[in-house]
């Protein structure tokens, strides 16, 4: 799987340092600010807002931590490009429009049947020829259920749902975020997970109207 990782810290402060003014201006100036966070691993935004033209600070700070971690110094990325990205998915499968769903899957797609079999798709005209198998109805509902609070990340992987049964990986330091793997072997993992808990509730009965964990 194609992902993107963070700039190595050390090599990232020392190019920092020779860009540096002599005699920087008064109070903390960019470059500075860029280089105190390479030595505080715990904070990776500054690092990634630095590859990007816009920013959403406030959100990306406040939504920056799901389960794994920091979406930051997991992926590369803001929150606020994930974000960005889920409610694409999520409006393009509402909407049914097999196109807008297209546009939001990367490049080769990673796509692993029902039984484990892993294929993977190297070419866009591929990926619309076989849409119907990998994005079957089970795998619409689950993109119109996304939702950032219910994301996990793994390090230097991406963003996953449903026990991995969709995850976005970002290409590019700062990025938006694609979907670049479909485990339909994973979401009916998830869904017979959700089915069990259910049956632990004492009857309750509607656990496909969770969001995914």
Not at 32 to 45: I, W
Not at 78 to 99: E, P, V
Not at 167 to 196: F, H, I, K, S, Y
């Amino acid at each position: 799987m194609k992902t993107a990782t963070l700039p190595l810290l050390a090599l990232f402060s020392l190019s920092l340092a020779g860009c540096a003014p002599d005699q920087p201006p008064d109070g903390k100036p960019d470059w500075q600010m860029l280089a105190d966070a390479a030595t505080q691993p715990e904070d990776c935004l500054l690092l990634v807002w630095s590859s990007q033209e816009e920013r959403r600070t406030q959100f990306d700070r406040e939504h920056d931590f799901v389960d794994g971690g920091a979406i930051s110094c997991s992926t590369g990325t803001s929150a606020s490009q994930f974000d960005a990205a889920i409610a694409a998915l999520r409006d393009a499968a509402a909407s049914g429009n097999k196109a807008r769903i297209l546009e939001e899957i990367g490049i080769p797609l990673l796509y692993i049947d029902a039984q484990g079999n892993r294929r993977e798709i190297e070419d866009r005209d591929e990926v619309e020829a076989v849409f119907d198998e990998i994005f079957d109805p089970a795998m619409l509902d689950l993109l119109q259920r996304l939702d950032l609070s219910g994301m996990s990340v793994a390090k230097d992987q991406g963003g996953y749902f449903g026990l991995g049964a969709i995850w976005l990986v970002v290409d590019e330091d700062g990025g938006r975020p694609r979907l670049m793997t479909v485990n339909r072997q994973a979401l009916d993992e998830a869904l017979a997970a959700a089915r069990d808990q259910a049956e632990r509730r004492d009857g309750d009965v509607v656990p496909l109207d969770e969001k995914p964990r």
